[in-house]
């Protein structure tokens, strides 16, 4: 009985625990759980006004669609270029805005509709939540990643990087790109070949003037926002190195419980549940 009193006595003077908010988290989480992203498979734009875009490609996912796109970075076919779409609450595109020029020896045009991938292939973290989407959602090697039990695609989140096309069965070249600047357009998933993320930069891209013209296309010349260059990560001599959180790990599993049951002092109810695009995954530059 004394025992017991002792002990309840020590719980009532022992500072209250304060969870943890998934930034904590993932500022706590240590090295042994980030994961290099390969230098090669970095793109990094520039526009005229000395902003930076980084991004990183998904060759696992769409091989193909990225072997051109290193071919067009390789061969500065970007230079001189434009951003010629911004919609709101959607995209921003990028490319050459006549349709017309012509693209360098070695890019495949059209690729294969490299839209999934056989689930065989594919590891995932699952999330335990339902999704509109898809049977099963989660993370896959540093990707949002969803599945119907028989293959698995990329999913449109947040500054997600896709392939701008015309009507199937088209699948675009790589040539018109595009990242995901507003509310998830999930309904794009296994449609167009997702091939890549932004890292960095991309308020250099939704500051941007809206277009004005059908789907956000600027309508005059004027209005399109000049690129300097696009590269691969290889060949910018001061590209930060960069990682991932591992999916696999226990600061993973605790950053996407934390996503999900927000225990932070300005939250008063815990959702019990996440969609798969408010767990993204984080990157870091490598310390």
């Given at each position: 009985?004394?025992?017991?009193?002792?002990?309840?006595?020590?719980?009532?003077?022992?500072?209250?625990?304060?969870?943890?908010?998934?930034?904590?988290?993932?500022?706590?989480?240590?090295?042994?759980?980030?994961?290099?992203?390969?230098?090669?498979?970095?793109?990094?734009?520039?526009?005229?006004?000395?902003?930076?875009?980084?991004?990183?490609?998904?060759?696992?996912?769409?091989?193909?669609?990225?072997?051109?796109?290193?071919?067009?970075?390789?061969?500065?076919?970007?230079?001189?270029?434009?951003?010629?779409?911004?919609?709101?609450?959607?995209?921003?595109?990028?490319?050459?805005?006549t349709e017309k020029k012509p693209l360098p020896q070695g890019v495949v045009a059209p690729p294969p509709a490299e839209y999934w991938r056989g689930l065989g292939s594919v590891w995932m973290r699952a999330l335990p939540y339902r999704d509109a989407y898809a049977t099963k959602v989660g993370h896959s090697g540093g990707w949002p990643v969803a599945s119907d039990g028989k293959s698995a695609w990329l999913v449109h989140c947040y500054g997600m990087l896709g392939?701008?096309?015309?009507?199937?069965?088209?699948?675009?070249?790589?040539?018109?790109?595009?990242?995901v600047t507003g509310h998830a357009p999930r309904h794009l998933d296994r449609n167009i070949a997702t091939v890549g993320r932004v890292l960095e930069g991309i308020e250099a891209l939704t500051s941007l003037p809206r277009g004005t013209g059908?789907?956000?296309?600027?309508?005059?010349?004027?209005?399109?926002?000049?690129?300097?260059?696009?590269?691969?990560?290889?060949?910018?001599?001061?590209?930060?190195?960069?990682q991932y959180l591992?999916?696999?790990?226990?600061?993973?599993?605790?950053?996407?419980?934390?996503?999900?049951?927000?225990?932070?002092?300005?939250?008063?109810?815990?959702?019990?549940g996440v969609d798969i695009c408010n767990v993204p995954v984080p990157v870091r530059r490598k310390p």
């Open positions: 009985m004394l025992t017991t009193l002792l002990l309840l006595q020590a719980a009532a003077h022992s500072p209250a625990v304060t969870p943890k908010s998934p930034g904590e988290i993932v500022a706590a989480a240590p090295d042994a759980a980030w994961r290099d992203i390969s230098p090669l498979d970095l793109l990094v734009l520039e526009l005229v006004n000395g902003a930076r875009v980084t991004m990183r490609l998904a060759p696992d996912w769409a091989p193909v669609h990225v072997a051109n796109i290193r071919a067009l970075a390789k061969a500065r076919w970007w230079d001189g270029t434009s951003v010629n779409r911004v919609q709101d609450n959607y995209v921003v595109q990028w490319g050459d805005a392939v701008g096309r015309g009507l199937a069965p088209d699948t675009g070249s790589g040539a018109e790109l595009y990242t059908n789907l956000g296309f600027y309508e005059k010349a004027e209005q399109r926002v000049p690129i300097r260059s696009i590269r691969l990560g290889t060949e910018v001599t001061d590209v930060p190195r960069w591992d999916e696999t790990s226990a600061a993973f599993a605790a950053y996407a419980d934390a996503r999900a049951n927000r225990r932070d002092a300005f939250f008063n109810i815990p959702a019990g």
